[in-house]
């Protein structure tokens, strides 16, 4: 939770500058256990956060390493942010098509420089991302979130295919908004899957079918996921599974939460890092695919679909 641009640090947590010396820390942090604690009416959800940023910089040598990987108050360049690195894997992998997080990092620096008013050398200095708008560091937070989802799927095998940012624009042209792409396709045995990558940077929880949280304001993610796959059908001729709607492994209380059939379409919210094994055995209620209905599904996404 305190690796997205969106989350607010160990320190903010903890109601106290970076700068503040260990003893003065331990006070706040006694402090904030007290005000937050659910037996004294505090907020659960903000309570372990409290626990978790102590725990990151709780001890001289936890904080200098948090420091560190952080960028804060030290001059060590953190790559915490930038586009991953692919590392070479000699393991099969799925067939993959598109770039994923590559629309929205290219959005996030043209904002950010027309929010700067010039050319940004590094728009990814941690210094910068905190200090810019929220809307700035949601496109950064969600492109991380693509590149995670993507990374994790990678490693499911050669039996699956992948796609990533395929383009739902009306116009059948490039996506001029989030909501006009679709952030993963996945094909396998078990099913076809239009997966939704976002980090709403912190806890969500669940009302009628739809995510809910502070951060969200009026966004319907589910909503949103479903014209997207039904998009994606429409042009490709194909029938999905089911919806997925893949979140960082802290902001959910559990691996895996089913949402019911909505619209006649299963839909689940996940771990990120629960997604490779729920694509392997197959969502509850998912029509499985196989034989020549996968090849001829592959074949139909691979020729009709653009990408944003």
């Known amino acids: ?43 659960a959800a903000v309570f372990i956060r409290v626990q978790r940023a102590w725990e990151l910089v709780g001890t001289p040598e936890g904080r200098a390493a948090y420091d560190r990987s ?38 996030y620096v043209t904002r950010l420089q027309e929010w700067t008013g010039e050319e940004v050398p590094d728009p990814y200095a941690p210094a910068l991302v905190r200090a810019a708008p929220r809307e700035l560091k949601r496109l950064l937070a969600d492109a991380l979130a693509e590149e ?37 396709v996945v094909l396998g045995p078990s099913g076809l899957y239009g997966v939704m990558s976002a980090d709403f940077g912190g806890v969500v929880g669940f009302r009628r079918g739809e995510i809910t949280g502070p951060s969200l304001g009026h966004r319907a993610p589910v909503t949103t996921l479903l014209a997207q796959i039904n998009a994606v059908a429409r ?53 499985v695919i196989g034989g020549n209905e996968l090849f001829d599904i592959r074949t139909r996404l691979t020729q009709r679909t653009t990408f944003a």
Not at 78 to 95: E, F, M, S
């Open 70 to 107: 952080h960028g804060i108050g030290v001059e060590t360049e953190w790559g915490g942010w930038r586009a991953p690195t692919a590392r070479p894997d000699g393991r099969p992998r799925p067939k993959s098509y598109g770039e994923p997080g590559a629309w929205r990092r290219a959005q």
């Open 235 to 287: 042009l490709a001729r194909v029938r999905f599974s089911g919806a997925i709607v893949a979140l960082p492994d802290d902001d959910l209380s559990q691996a895996v939460t089913p949402l019911g059939s909505i619209r006649g379409m299963p839909v689940v919210v996940v771990r990120r890092s629960a997604l490779p094994l729920l694509l392997r055995r197959g969502m509850p209620g998912a029509r």
């Open 148 to 184: 995670g989802t993507a990374q994790v799927v990678a490693g499911l095998g050669m039996g699956f295919t992948l796609w990533h940012g395929i383009s739902v624009a009306a116009s059948g042209g490039q996506a001029t908004d989030a909501a006009e792409r679709l952030d993963h």
């Open 1 to 43: 939770m305190f690796d997205s641009p969106l989350s607010a640090s160990a320190y903010e947590v903890l109601g106290v500058a970076s700068t503040t010396d260990d003893e003065e820390l331990r006070r706040a942090y006694r402090l904030r256990l007290r005000q937050t604690h659910p037996d004294t009416g505090g907020d």
